[in-house]
């Protein structure tokens, strides 16, 4: 099972809700991305997980919170949002990270419009 | 921060053309890789290349890594309509994968 799973797969919010993303791997891989990607551009990181730990932060507003409740799951918390923000929101999971060609396997993306 | 650049931006040909798109950066990279996306999917990991003058086939793709490590080229055989998508060559710097600017390849029927 190479898979990674996105729930929801389209999110519409306002910018006063609070929502959620989340994203799951039972590959056992213990790196977990999560990644923007704006309309034809190209994916950008903002947030590594490793072994369940908050390796980096690509200066991401702090609307946007991540959490990892285990080495399965990923959750991205959304609140207080902009339009700006809308995009398609990309997780990823490798076995291990920092490694060069580290394989990432992504998810199919949550596709997120801010009204 | 490690800058790719991909060219050309875009391209739309005909079915059975041959097609190269590049990915050039003034950095050396240990290794690069490329990637395919299609519409409402995430990024699919086509191939890892790590040695300079490295060559990769797969299929009718043909990956390229320069001598000097810093550029990389994707060559494409009989494009076929399927071949439709976004394709990003990427690099590991800094602990983190970054992506070029993508390359949006239309193959007409």
């Known amino acids: 099972d190479t898979e990674v799973t996105q729930t929801p797969k389209h999110l519409v919010m306002g910018m006063t809700n609070k929502k959620s993303l989340k994203c799951e791997q039972h590959?056992?891989?213990?790196?977990m991305y999560w990644y923007k990607q704006k309309a034809k551009k190209p994916p950008e990181l903002m947030f590594v997980y490793s072994y369940e730990k908050l390796s980096i932060n690509e200066s991401v507003p702090s609307r946007f919170s991540p959490e990892c409740p285990n080495s399965s799951l990923l959750n991205l918390h959304l609140h207080a949002l902009q339009p700006e923000d809308s995009a398609l929101y990309l997780c990823?999971?490798?076995?291990?990270?920092?490694?060069?060609?580290?394989?990432?396997?992504f998810g199919p993306g949550t596709r997120l419009l801010v009204l | 921060t490690q800058l790719l650049e991909q060219s050309p931006q875009f391209l739309s040909i005909q079915e059975g053309e041959n097609l190269t798109v590049y990915c050039n950066s003034s950095s050396v990279f240990s290794s690069l890789q490329w990637y395919r996306q299609e519409p409402g999917e995430g990024p699919v990991l086509l191939v890892t290349v790590v040695t300079g003058g490295e060559v990769k086939k797969l299929k009718r793709l043909t990956f390229q890594f320069g001598d000097a490590r810093k550029d990389s080229s994707l060559h494409i055989t009989a494009a076929q309509p399927g071949d439709t998508g976004l394709y990003l060559c990427a690099a590991f710097g800094n602990e983190k994968l970054t992506f070029g600017t993508g390359t949006r390849l239309t193959i007409i029927p």
């Open positions: 990823a999971s490798s076995r291990g990270f920092g490694g060069a060609g580290e394989t990432q396997y």
């Open positions: 590959m056992g891989h213990r790196a």
